[in-house]
Each structure stands twice: as C-alpha cells, then as structure tokens.
C-alpha cells in the first residue's frame, strides 16, 4: 500500500516551454503533497506544500507564478514548470502524507530543458 | 543551512560488514525519519523514531535517536551489496509539522 505514482519519469523539452508533472497517490487519499527538487548528489529540496482544495504554500526562494502547483483532488497533485530554463534542469520529486507523518514519495520526474 | 547534517558523506563497505551513519540536526523536532534512495529514483521510507523513542528496529536496520545532543544513527547489520544507495534522515519540524528537512545524505557503497 501507500503507492504514489509520477507522470512522466522523465521529459525532454526546448527553452521557453511549459511543463506539467504529476502526482498521483494510487491507493490512499492524500491530504497533504509535497513538491522537492533534487539537484545531481544533492539533497532534496522541499519546493511547496499542497494541501487539497487550497493554495499552496512555496518555501522561500521558489517562484510561485514558475511553479504552478494545482491539488484538485486528494489522489492528484500537479506541478507546472512554466517557460522552463535550461537552470529549471533537475529531478522532481512529489511525496503524498496519509496522516501528519509518514510521507510516501514518487519515483521522481527528470527533466531537461534545451 | 539544511537543518541535517550526515556523516560520513560516503561510506564504502564489503557485504557482511555493518554499516553505521549518523545525522545531526539543530531545532526541537516531532520525529526522525531514514530513507534510502537508489541512484535516479524515488525515496524509500526505512524508519521513523519518534522524538520520545530512543530505539527502534526494523529488520537489518537499526535507528538511535539522542535528543540531547541532538542525533541519530542508522545501523545497518550485515549489509548487501543491495544496499548500496544514498541514505538520508529528515526531521519533521516541530514548528512546521509535517514538513521534513532532509539532510545531505550518505552515500553508501556495499562491495560484493
């Protein structure tokens, strides 16, 4: 149980263009999902906040009007990269919270921006 | 600054050796958490120690947690080459509940 699932695993695109990843939580509804970006042998670094239904809160330093993150559902979180930069190059990472512990986290979306 | 520091930063064994890595953090805290991440992949949660536990075992894995100075260990025993990935510990804040900052990780070598 307490699958979470990444859409794409990875994505390719050209400098200027937008880029929507999602999270899912396959098995579990999920209050609360959070978005990390992970730079190569690095950390990973919490982005945002997402709790269903309402805004989300980013971490100090990260762009919200960059990247736009959507929780309309309790199984669904998405993150758009709008006119990704090659600098937006990394490895995202969403993770979904069932209770005020535990986070269970997807495989992670790699993208690459030309 | 990241609120985990681990050490060592890498860690390079044969299998059957144990293997231990610790992590040390800076503010008051609900929990501790261990995860192990392959190269490129997702995270994998090992174990959580609660900030009023002193041990806790699951399996190969073995967590300390010393409030007091404000550490942990993660032991692993007779480990495999499959354990071969990055480990790191996350601190779930006690003033920001569930929000976990993650420490710079271990990166783990288990020679076969």
């Known amino acids: 149980g307490a699958v979470v699932s990444q859409h794409p695993s990875w994505v390719i695109c050209k400098s200027g263009t937008s880029v929507k990843i999602e999270c899912r939580s396959l098995d579990f509804q999920a209050t609360t999902m959070f978005w990390y970006r992970q730079f190569p042998k690095q950390s990973l670094m919490l982005m945002a906040t997402s709790n269903e239904g309402s805004k989300a809160t980013y971490e100090q330093g990260v762009e919200k009007d960059k990247f736009l993150i959507n929780h309309a559902s309790l199984t669904l979180s998405t993150l758009t990269v709008t006119s990704a930069h090659p600098e937006d190059s990394s490895f995202y990472i969403c993770s979904a919270s069932v209770q005020r512990e535990t986070q269970y986290f997807g495989p992670g979306t790699r993208l690459l921006v030309l | ?112």
């Not at chain 2, 929990?31 to 090992?46: A, D, E, F, I, K």
């Not at chain 2, 032991?75 to 601190?91: G, K, N, P, V």
């Open chain 2, 1 to 112: 600054s990241q609120q985990g520091e681990e050490d060592p930063q890498a860690l390079s064994i044969q299998e059957g050796e144990n293997a231990t890595m610790n992590c040390s953090y800076k503010t008051s805290i609900n929990n501790l958490q261990w995860y192990r991440q392959n190269s490129g992949r997702g995270l994998v949660h090992l174990i959580l120690i609660r900030s009023n536990e002193r041990e806790k075992h699951s399996g190969r894995l073995r967590v300390t947690l010393d409030t007091s100075k404000k550490s942990s260990s993660l032991l692993i025993t007779a480990s495999r080459a499959a354990d071969t990935a990055s480990y790191f510990c996350a601190t779930d804040l006690m003033e920001y509940g569930n929000k976990l900052v993650f420490g710079a990780g271990t990166i783990l070598r288990v020679k076969s």
